[in-house]
């Protein structure tokens, strides 16, 4: 576009206006024509404006709005935790990953041992680890990011965690691996030391059924701790036991220093009910009556040979089994005894079998004549014996004595609320 010079001068009572165009100069005008060539001058810089604000013509590639075009979004930039180069981390502190002037693309946690998993922020500017990481171990942290433009950042941080000064570990669980138990069965786990920290371990430990059965965690010691489902296990499942106890604080400068995995089924539902004031013991397999025998219970002339009412689980076995009177009881008392008795089925820690006793088949069915177990015939007393699961519910009523909670595996004495109420979370 050709440039367009005007001037403006008012001379006495005229008003001089020259334009120039090249090398023309248009003459003066009259006050008549100032307001028609005035609004004349004022539409030509009008369209001047505009021409120039929309780039001019053509070839013009429009200066300002190009300037701003070109211009692009600073880089994004990423923060991990730990820092670079850090050593002696906590295991039990997660690593997490912040990004600014762009969202997460991806994030990769690299070292020996199970793979560290984490999730994203809702906005994808953070990330954070789940679990706990591994003492003595390196890892390396990959995190890349985008900014609006769509370039990426990609930054490497590498972090060592701790060696404990103490270390707890789980030495037993029960059942044992592969086992096949009963619906009543509870899972006992024993650790290497003290755990002060419980809420930490508690939640390091999972258990997982295939019929998804609820169940809960009560303490029963520093160093034990029982897992009992509300209701009965259903029958006829796999059941898988995880202790993810590496790098959980456990007490102070002491972590767990690896985890634990177990696997058992419950087999098939055996419920068994003894009614000592009948004589009887009726044995139900998912529901339906196995066998109904007549049985001899404690004869009660003591505490401890009073066969406890409540709902006991089967323990272990033995064949034969030693069995001696308490020992307040000594050798030539009449309450004395010392004996083996055979297909013998143990239902608590005071004492309490389930075997077979030739000596008393006269009196089962009829009388109470035992030192508190309950016995059987030898024909019943092995067919129980090889019948049974370790867990199985053995429900003893008609007596003045209370099966305690903690007595063997009388968990089920307790109600479920209660039982929760050892738990060491909300």
């Keep these: 576009m050709a440039s367009v010079t005007i001037w403006l001068r008012r001379v006495g009572a005229r008003l001089r206006i ?41 070839g013009d590639n429009g200066t300002a709005v190009a300037a701003g075009s070109e211009k692009q979004a600073a880089a994004a930039t990423i923060d991990i935790a730990p820092e670079h180069d850090s050593d002696d ?68 941080s590498r972090f060592k965690t701790l060696t404990p000064r103490n270390g707890v570990e789980i030495i037993d669980v029960t059942p044992m691996k592969g086992e096949t138990v009963g619906v009543g069965m509870p899972i006992i786990v024993t650790f290497s030391g003290p755990v002060h920290n419980k809420d930490k371990v508690e939640r390091a430990l999972e258990v997982t059924s295939e019929h998804d059965d609820a169940g809960a965690w009560r303490w029963l010691s520093d160093q034990q701790v029982a897992f009992r489902t509300e209701e009965y296990w259903e029958p006829n499942q796999r059941v898988t036991f995880k202790g993810h106890l590496s790098g959980v604080r456990a007490a102070k400068d002491t972590y767990g220093t690896e985890d634990f995995s177990r696997k058992f089924k419950i087999g098939d539902s055996h419920i068994s009910t003894i009614n000592v004031k009948k004589h009887t013991m009726t044995v139900k397999e998912n529901g ?14 003591t505490y401890a040979y ?43 820690n005071s004492g309490e079998y389930v075997h077979a006793m030739a000596s008393t088949t006269w009196a089962q069915g009829r009388q109470n004549v035992s030192h508190g177990c309950v016995n059987a015939s030898p024909e ?9 699961y370790r867990g199985d519910p053995v429900k003893v009523t008609g007596t003045s004595r209370d099966l305690e909670w903690n007595n063997g595996y009388g968990y ?13 979370l909300d």
């Design 288 to 301: 339906e009556t196995e066998r109904r025998f007549g049985i001899s219970a404690g004869k009660a002339t």
């Design 18 to 58: 020259w334009s120039q165009r090249g090398s023309t100069v248009l003459r003066e005008s009259s006050r008549q024509r100032v307001g028609l060539v005035a609004a004349g001058i004022a539409a030509t810089l009008a369209v001047v404006l505009v021409v120039t604000m929309m780039g001019g013509s053509d």
């Design 380 to 388: 019943n007393g092995e067919w129980f014996y090889k019948y049974s």
């Design 306 to 348: 009073t066969t406890a009412s409540g709902v006991h689980l089967t323990m272990d076995k033995g064949n034969p089994v030693r069995m001696k009177s308490p020992p307040h009881i000594k050798k030539g008392d009449p309450e004395y005894y010392d004996l083996d008795v055979y297909w013998a089925v143990r239902i608590s």
């Design 89 to 156: 981390v906590r295991p039990d502190k997660p690593i997490k990953v912040t990004a600014a002037g762009g969202t997460l693309t991806d994030v990769t946690v690299q070292g020996k041992g199970d793979p560290v998993t984490g999730s994203y922020s809702d906005d994808k500017r953070g990330w954070k680890s789940s679990g706990t990481l591994e003492p003595r171990r390196t890892y390396t942290v990959t995190a890349t990011a985008k900014n609006p433009d769509g370039k990426v950042t990609t930054t490497t």
């Design 412 to 424: 089920w004495q307790m109600s479920f609320k209660k039982w929760k109420k050892g738990s060491a």
